[in-house]
């Protein structure tokens, strides 16, 4: 028998993103997903066998792209704490873009939930791990003052991160519209992330020597 089109599959995990941030790891159900796809159920279970399957691929795939744009970044040639910048805003960008998926995540884990949990203890060590690299790389060149680098990378991700992904879902509940495109200008943009991850590592940079003074004769 022909092997359905792998399309099926890739329709199946666009719906799971659409649906995943509010259902969350246990309200989101596989007639949903089917539903959502325009895919008969039957497909779902061809593709992945099992839910917890199907969120361990979607989870996987949305963070995969997140950790390429890091690491991408992070592979460029230049010195460290330039390095550290770019991949600190390609963070950002994705973060932006994955916002609610990832608020998703962290609420489901907080809540227990195996899959959300097992995601998040197999990827965190990952993009936190490079990071922590960098800014190792960033103190030997002189560039970040030699504080300890979990501190560091805890000081640079809060800057970054809990705006995007803590903040935002705040904002959209608590402020009115106008508040709402006013916070999407100021800390969602481009501009905005940029300006945080700059005001961030100019609170790490290393203090410039002191010149020692010459002695009159």
């Known amino acids: 028998m022909p092997r359905p089109s792998q ?4 329709a199946l995990l666009q719906a799971g993103r659409e649906l995943f941030p ?3 790891c246990a309200g989101l159900s596989v007639r949903a997903v089917a539903d959502q796809a325009g895919v008969n159920p039957g497909m779902f279970h061809y593709h992945f066998k099992t839910k917890d399957n199907f969120l361990r691929a979607l989870l996987q795939q949305v963070y995969e792209e997140m950790f390429a744009g890091l690491a991408g970044a992070a592979l460029e040639d230049g010195p460290a704490v330039d390095r550290l910048r770019h991949a600190l805003t390609a963070v950002g960008g994705l973060l932006v873009q994955h916002r609610k998926v990832f608020a998703r995540v962290w609420m489901d884990a907080t809540a227990g939930e195996p899959v959300a949990t097992e995601f998040l203890r197999a990827n965190a060590p990952r993009h936190i791990g490079l990071l922590f690299h960098l800014v190792q790389e960033a103190q030997a060149a002189g560039a970040l003052r030699p504080l300890p680098p979990f501190q560091c990378v805890s000081m ?3 800057s970054v991160g809990l705006p995007i ?11 009115p519209p106008a508040a709402q495109r006013q916070f999407e200008r100021d800390v969602m943009s481009p501009a905005g992330i940029a300006e945080r991850v700059d005001l961030a590592l100019r609170a790490l940079r290393a203090a410039p020597a002191k010149r020692a003074r010459s002695s009159r004769s």
């Open 7 to 10: 399309n099926l599959d890739v």
């Open 156 to 158: 640079l991700m809060g």
């Open 22 to 24: 509010r259902a969350g």
């Open 165 to 175: 992904v803590f903040a935002s879902g705040l904002v959209e509940v608590a402020l």
